[in-house]
């Protein structure tokens, strides 16, 4: 191999690796226009149900309504990012201690459609 090549090598494994490092360190979601998002743009909900720390109320066919933001298993708490023990014993992210979740009649990015359901659902902040 040339210097030229080697050296183009090298740089190429640094930024593969810085790159797959930025991913694992990424948000599980972000603010747009004033609400939180999921990584596709989905909006995200809290439930009022949801009153006890480290648990989401929402099981069964609410969860087929409202799908968790579901975590890796290898996912690590970060800041205000923590997670939950679903019943189902996978985990969701939860910001500043509420779990997230998306809602199945939102359509396309921004939609808001379950904003206020039941005066139950409001849209994560």
Known sequence: MTRISTTLLGLL?????????MAFAADPAMMKDGMMVDQKGMTL????KDTTAGKSMCNGQCAENWPPLMAPADAKAMGKWTM???????????FDGKPLYTFKMDKKAGD?????????WHVAK
């Open 13 to 21: 494994t640094a930024a593969a690796l810085a790159t797959s490092g």
């Open 45 to 48: 909900y809290t439930f009022d």
């Open 84 to 94: 939950v023990k679903r019943d189902d014993g996978h985990m969701q992210w939860a």
């Open 112 to 120: 808001m459609a379950g904003d206020g359901k039941g005066d139950v």
